[in-house]
Structure formats: structure tokens, C-alpha cells
């Protein structure tokens, strides 16, 4: 896949992330998912890519969107929030977009290693072309230059 040949990528947010600004503002601060869409999509459009931000409590949902993003080769930057620590089904559909060479980059807006001992396990770690954890929304710019790079080369 080649940087010439991407102009979307999709960022698929996991259950809970729709409660940005609402649930535990210690750990994830005051900004909404409404911010993290302009934001993401802001820092697409400096990078030349359509960023189309989604976010869902629905595991069905977020497998469904991975398998479209397979379809249409679309890279992803994957937030799966608490579907990181079990959901087979979401590791099954993420091992579907690396093993076509699609970039693939997870993110956390925390830091799981710090936090309650069973975040500590990712089942999406193993799959993903690279994690970003503990950098709040900025991981999620860092994820999109990530793709950009990893497209250049």
C-alpha cells in the first residue's frame, strides 16, 4: 500500500469514548469525542487524508466497520476502549487488516499499563502495526503521521 493510493483513514472508537468529557475527567480529561473528531480531522486534512472519526458501544459495530475498512483498504487508527482486553472478535477482525498490509495503529487516551491490572493485556497489541498509549488526544495525531509514514516508505 502506498501513501499514493490512501486518501481516507478511519478512526474507530470503542464503548464508553462517546462519554468523553463526562466519564472520569481525571483520567480523560474535558475534551468530548465532538473534540477529538475536529481535532482528528483537522490534523487528516494537514497530512492530505479524510478523516472520518467514528465511535460505538457495539462490538458488532466495530467489526463491521474493520471488515469495511479491509474491504476498501482503508487504513485505521483503533481506540477499542475496553474491547482491547477480551474481544476475540475485534482481535479477529484486526489480524484481517494487518495481514493485508494495511497499517493498523491502536490508541489510548490513558496509559492501560498504569492502570487497574486487568488493562494491563491488549488483545489488539499483538496485531497492530504499532500502540500509542498515555498521550490523551495528541496519541491520536501521532497515529495519523505514524500512517502517513509507514505509507511513505
Not at 466497520?65 to 485505521?76: F, L, R, S
Not at 481506540?79 to 494495511?102: C, E, K, M, R, W
Not at 488493562?119 to 501521532?142: C, D, E, Q
Request: glycine share 8%; proline share 5%.
Amino acid at each position: 500500500m502506498k501513501r499514493s493510493e490512501v486518501t481516507k483513514i478511519v478512526v474507530v472508537n470503542g464503548p464508553n469514548l462517546g462519554r468523553l468529557g463526562v466519564r472520569e475527567p481525571e483520567i480523560y480529561g474535558s475534551d468530548t469525542l465532538d473534540n477529538l473528531r475536529t481535532a482528528c480531522t483537522q490534523w487528516g486534512e494537514e497530512l492530505g487524508f479524510k478523516v472520518d472519526v467514528r465511535q460505538s458501544d457495539s462490538e458488532a459495530e466495530v467489526i463491521q466497520w474493520i471488515h469495511q475498512a479491509v474491504d476498501e483498504k482503508t487504513p485505521i487508527v483503533m481506540n477499542p476502549a475496553a474491547f482491547t482486553h477480551y474481544s476475540y472478535g475485534l482481535a479477529d477482525a484486526a489480524a484481517q487488516v494487518t495481514d493485508v498490509d494495511i497499517p493498523l495503529i491502536e490508541v489510548h487516551i490513558s496509559n492501560p499499563a498504569a492502570r487497574e491490572s486487568f488493562r494491563k493485556h491488549s488483545v489488539i497489541s499483538p496485531i497492530a502495526t504499532g500502540t500509542i498509549t498515555g498521550m490523551g488526544f495528541y496519541g491520536y495525531k501521532l497515529a495519523l503521521e505514524a500512517i502517513s509514514n509507514i505509507l511513505e516508505d
